[in-house]
């Protein structure tokens, strides 16, 4: 689709099961299982959302889903899609993972950096976009090496050391503008140094809100991970996002919505953020 000047494609890079409980936190199940409804396990089915732009010079990548290095408990308790990888849905479109110029990683989890490396033939763990830049925000970097966290398997090495030990690695701070039209806003919350990432061409803006919003079923403002290091700050920051986004017509593409791929926000009779969905051409 196009975003202004920009083609962007939005695709899944693998399914997965989560707790449905730790994905709504406080909320209450009767709630939440009417929003996605969990299996015998009560483990919610979601996606990995990422998004491709090519921005006419560039092409960047936001995320990278959960990668191909698991072990096989870990592929019965998370239950992911077999055969999908970044690489599998990029290969769909005809993009070589050589020709990607740009991949930012909103925060070091392995469902979000999982597919940044990949094994060789050898068993060599290696950067799958052996072209990137990798962008990561630093404090995030600290954080994911110092195992910074509640969850002690989320933050795997192997996701993103190769990275670094290929030179491929690229450190940012704060807000910033990528390239003219992608603008990374740190959206503290789920981790410390989290990021969110706005696109804008002409006047058009799409957000991918990574896990500040996972799925359109948490726009309200207390359905927030259990999973977030510090629940009142996502809370905080999504409600003025999500004001934003409403009074600006934006785009919205949430890290893990499970029936969507873009939504557009709007204020239902009751005050309250509602989504409503927005057709893409391809899934
Ligand atoms: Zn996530």
């Given amino acids: 689709m196009k975003v202004g000047d920009f083609e962007l494609d939005v695709f899944s890079a693998g399914r997965y099961r989560l707790d449905g409980g730790a994905m709504f936190g406080i909320i209450p199940k009767p709630l939440w299982e009417r929003l996605i409804p969990p299996d015998e396990k009560n483990r919610i089915e979601l996606d990995t959302c990422c998004v491709l732009v090519r921005t006419g010079g560039q092409q960047v990548l936001i995320e990278t889903g959960c990668g191909d290095k698991f072990n096989e408990k870990e592929r019965e308790i998370y239950q992911f899609e077999p055969g999908v990888t970044i690489e599998s849905a990029l290969g769909r479109r005809g993009v070589d993972p050589a020709s990607m110029d740009l991949v930012v990683l909103t925060h070091l989890h392995f469902d979000h950096a999982g597919g940044a490396t990949k094994r060789d033939a050898s068993g060599r763990v290696i950067p799958t976009f052996p072209r990137a830049t990798y962008v990561v925000q630093g404090g995030e970097w600290e954080d994911a ?50 990021m969110s990432v706005q696109i804008e061409s002409r006047g058009e803006t799409v957000l991918f809100t990574s896990d500040l919003i996972p799925t359109r079923s948490h726009l309200r403002g207390p359905y927030v991970m259990a999973y977030d290091l510090y629940p009142q700050e996502t809370m905080t920051r999504k409600l003025d996002i999500l004001a934003q986004a409403e009074a600006g017509g934006w785009r919205l593409v949430w890290s893990h919505e499970p029936f ?21 051409m391809s899934g």
């Fill in 145 to 194: 090496r110092n195992n910074f966290g509640v969850m002690k398997t989320t933050y795997r090495p192997e996701n993103f050391e190769p990275i670094r030990e290929a030179g491929r690695l690229r450190l940012v701070e704060g807000d910033l503008d990528l390239c003219p039209g992608i603008r990374l806003l740190v959206t503290r919350g789920h981790t410390r140094h989290h």
């Fill in 260 to 280: 969507w791929r873009m939504g557009r926000v709007v204020k239902s009779d009751r005050g309250e953020f509602a989504a409503q969905e927005v057709k893409m």
